[in-house]
T-cell receptor
Framework: SQQGEEDPQALSIQEGENATMNCSYK?????LQWYRQNSGRGLVHLIL?????REKHSGRLRVTLDTSKKSSSLLITASRAADTASYFC???????????FGKGTRLHILP | GAGVSQSPSNKVTEKGKDVELRCDPI?????LYWYRQSLGQGLEFLIY????????KSGLPSDRFSAERTGGSVSTLTIQRTQQEDSAVYLC???????????FGPGTRLLVL
């Protein structure tokens, strides 16, 4: 069953604007991670946030986690053309050993 | 250091044939994962190894799929009697310990004709 669901499915913004993507999940988690995938390539880890954390920053990335709403958001500030990619959230469920990825948000940065 | 490698990078096979996909994780990583990604879709969790053991095999799509890991290192995903719906990119990842940052390989693109 699908654990993580990202929205929107696709997002197009102008270069320099901020991009926000959301992830919702269904069951309790130990941690949540965000990954980026450039077209046809492997995934790259962006950030990990644990269930007892509410916000983390890494460069232009800001991730929030609301365990009461079972949701997370990824904010990319001052977007660049190189940020064009698909972004996935992945949850580590605390009821089993599975890591569950969502279907992703396709982000397109317009010049 | 070297990242996660997978071989072959591409595999075309005929329906009904068996295929073996290989993953070489980062040295010292105890956890290893296999995922499947269909075109334009998210990643489907297949199996996770802690050392040489797979605690939960319920993510494997059918009994035609099997996986093993030896020496706490290399892993092989085997698909027997391949079907057209098995066509996908198979991704392997490893992490130092379970559920921490995963490092992904480039994937094996499987096409079943």
């Amino acid at each position: 069953s699908q654990q993580g669901e990202e929205d929107p499915q696709a997002l197009s913004i102008q270069e320099g604007e901020n991009a926000t993507m959301n992830c919702s999940y269904k069951t309790s988690i130990n941690n949540l991670q965000w990954y980026r995938q450039n077209s046809g390539r492997g995934l790259v880890h962006l950030i990990l946030i644990r269930s007892n954390e509410r916000e983390k920053h890494s460069g232009r990335l800001r991730v929030t986690l609301d365990t009461s709403k079972k949701s997370s958001s990824l904010l990319i500030t001052a977007s660049r053309a190189a940020d064009t990619a698909s972004y996935f959230c992945a949850t580590d469920r605390n009821r089993d050993d599975k890591i569950i990825f969502g279907k992703g948000t396709r982000l397109h940065i317009l010049p | 250091g070297a990242g996660v490698s997978q071989s072959p990078s591409n595999k075309v096979t005929e329906k009904g044939k068996d295929v073996e996909l290989r993953c070489d994780p980062i040295s010292g990583h105890t956890a290893l994962y296999w995922y499947r990604q269909s075109l334009g879709q998210g990643l489907e969790f297949l199996i996770y190894f802690q050392g040489n053991s797979a605690p939960d095999k319920s993510g494997l799509p059918s009994d035609r799929f099997s996986a093993e890991r030896t020496g706490g290192s290399v892993s092989t995903l085997t698909i027997q009697r391949t079907q057209q719906e098995d066509s996908a990119v198979y991704l392997c990842a490893s992490s130092l310990v379970r559920a921490e940052t995963q490092y992904f390989g480039p994937g094996t693109r499987l096409l079943v004709l």
